[in-house]
């Protein structure tokens, strides 16, 4: 069994799958596995756990769509049913949006914020991966925009979700990592906060709603009560906490509309 993390808003859309995988599963009873372990980026385990991921879902498939993760702000549109899978694993991005259906997209974390982007009008999704670069980069931002331009989704129609990732409870930087947020927070604004003498507590979800809501994003529609990998470390990854860590799959997959 795989007790994967889900969020209402958008377990209540009929035509869409998500999901954010834990860092321990049982096949089992009683049997704890990791899962999606370190140093497993594409090795066999890790084709074998995606595929317990997607039937865990629900989904009739062994592969999914994925790209490479650079820390950056590029978005890849995922437009041809025909690609292969490998031939997107390689393309240096660090979101997916697709209108795609029945095409599985997904990004991997551990700490950095997984986000989901849902578009129930024109029936697009995207998931992004964005960790302090990406954010301070404003990826999320990029993504709002390309759906926009790609498929005509509104922002006050978007349904978003955050889910597992190091809180601000947890996510200590020294001050250059800091000084980009504190430069766009305001007073406030609350992702920022002093911890000590040159530390700085940064809330990456936060930051996150705080650009979508700026972006037009409902309030209501943003979802950001998600765990903290570091606090709640024995349900999720975190490399803050453990260094050499497992990996969080977060996946979105459309259902055809009839
Ligand atoms: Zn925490």
């Known amino acids: 069994m795989i007790s994967s993390f ?29 899962f999606c372990p370190p140093e497993n980026d594409n090795g066999e385990l890790f084709r074998e756990h995606q595929k317990l991921f997607l ?16 820390h950056g702000n590029q978005v890849y549109v995922l437009t041809d049913a025909k690609i292969i899978v490998d031939g997107v694993r390689h393309q240096e991005a660090d979101a997916i ?7 599985p997209i997904m990004i991997l974390t551990a700490d950095c914020v997984p986000i989901i982007i849902y ?3 024109n029936h697009v999704v995207g998931v992004v991966h964005a960790g302090r670069v990406g954010t301070e980069k404003r990826i999320f931002s990029n993504v709002i925009e390309v759906v926009g331009r790609e498929y ?23 001050e250059p990592c800091a000084l980009p947020f504190i430069e766009r927070s305001s007073v ?7 911890a000590g003498a040159g530390k700085f507590f940064i809330d990456l979800p936060e930051a996150n709603r705080q650009e979508g809501c700026e972006a037009g994003i409902l309030k209501e529609n943003i979802y950001t009560d998600g765990p903290c990998t570091s606090c709640d470390n024995h349900r999720w990854y975190s490399y803050r906490k453990e260094g ?15």
Do not use: N, W
């Open 55 to 70: 039937q865990s879902l629900g989904i009739e498939r062994e592969d999914l769509f994925r790209v490479r993760q650079v």
């Open 152 to 174: 005509g989704s509104r922002p006050r129609d978007l349904i978003v979700s955050m889910g597992p990732a190091i809180g601000g409870c947890c996510y200590e930087v020294d």
């Open 6 to 34: 889900f969020v209402e808003s958008l377990q209540k859309q009929s035509l869409l799958i998500h999901g954010t995988s834990p860092r321990y599963f049982e096949m089992k009873e009683g049997v704890r596995e990791s």
């Open 97 to 103: 949006v697709t209108h795609l259906p029945d095409c």
């Open 188 to 194: 406030d604004s609350g992702f920022v906060v002093k």
């Open 244 to 258: 050499k860590t497992g990996r969080l799959m977060t996946l979105a997959m459309l259902r055809p509309r009839r």
């Open 119 to 121: 578009d129930p009008v």
